[in-house]
T-cell receptor, first 116, second 109 residues
Framework: GAVVSQHPSRVICKSGTSVKIECRSL??????MFWYRQFPKQSLMLMAT?????????EQGVEKDKFLINHASLTLSTLTVTSAHPEDSSFYIC????????????FGSGTQLSVL | QKEVEQNSGPLSVPEGAIASLNCTYS??????FFWYRQYSGKSPELIMS????GDKEDGRFTAQLNKASQYVSLLIRDSQPSDSATYLC?????????FGTGTSLTVIP
């Protein structure tokens, strides 16, 4: 199957700092990437949809100025959590929609963010 | 509002039995349906995709889709302890994927 690489896998940072998470599609082009967050024992919550070369579409209740998304190429999207606070601690997962591989969604390995 | 509903479980089955996971969705125009498996602390892994009514088999897994009833299911035959995980149902509508809350499955050795 298609491979989506997500880095870093784990981040521990101080409150007030910014954290960047990268999501790369390694062997396919991804016109659309999605960013999710997941709290323990809960399902995926869609944060935003990013399309290559255009602004991301954020879900209701997600602060676009806090969660900056850039999708500069067909293989890379980044999520930057700005001025992180303890309540931002969560498991962040990216996924990519593959061009030419049907309507399938492939997930990165996730990033566990812990804000102290 | 697009909804995907699953029984959260937990569902427990003995090793070797058939595990049956169910999912309903609200949007009739949904075209693509997926089952993902998620182990604790890991990201979801695609198990099955199904696009047309009927059954689709892949190894020990069978996905069933009934668009008239807006129902999709996953059967796991000869369940193994390694199948113990949370199973997420996902429905694709337009350019969006909608996930259920997941069903926790435990296979008892």
């Amino acid at each position: 199957g298609a491979v989506v690489s997500q880095h870093p896998s784990r981040v521990i940072c101080k409150s007030g700092t910014s954290v960047k998470i990268e999501c790369r599609s390694l062997d396919f082009q991804a016109t659309t990437m999605f960013w999710y967050r997941q709290f323990p024992k809960q399902s995926l919550m869609l944060m935003a949809t990013s399309n290559e070369g255009s602004k991301a579409t954020y879900e209701q209740g997600v602060e676009k100025d806090k969660f900056l998304i850039n999708h500069a190429s067909l293989t890379l999207s980044t999520l930057t959590v700005t001025s992180a606070h303890p309540e931002d601690s969560s498991f962040y997962i990216c996924s990519a929609r593959a061009v030419g591989i049907g309507e399938k969604l492939f997930f990165g390995s996730g990033t566990q963010l812990s804000v102290l | 509002q697009k909804e995907v509903e699953q029984n959260s479980g937990p569902l427990s089955v003995p090793e070797g039995a058939i595990a049956s996971l169910n999912c309903t969705y609200s949007d009739r125009v949904s075209q693509s349906f997926f089952w993902y498996r998620q182990y604790s602390g890991k990201s979801p892994e695609l198990i099955m995709s199904i696009y047309s009514n009927g059954d689709k088999e892949d190894g020990r897994f069978t996905a069933q889709l009934n668009k008239a009833s807006q129902y999709v299911s996953l059967l796991i035959r000869d369940s193994q302890p390694s199948d113990s995980a949370t199973y997420l149902c996902a429905v694709e509508t337009g350019n969006q994927f909608y996930f259920g809350t997941g069903t926790s499955l435990t296979v008892i050795p």
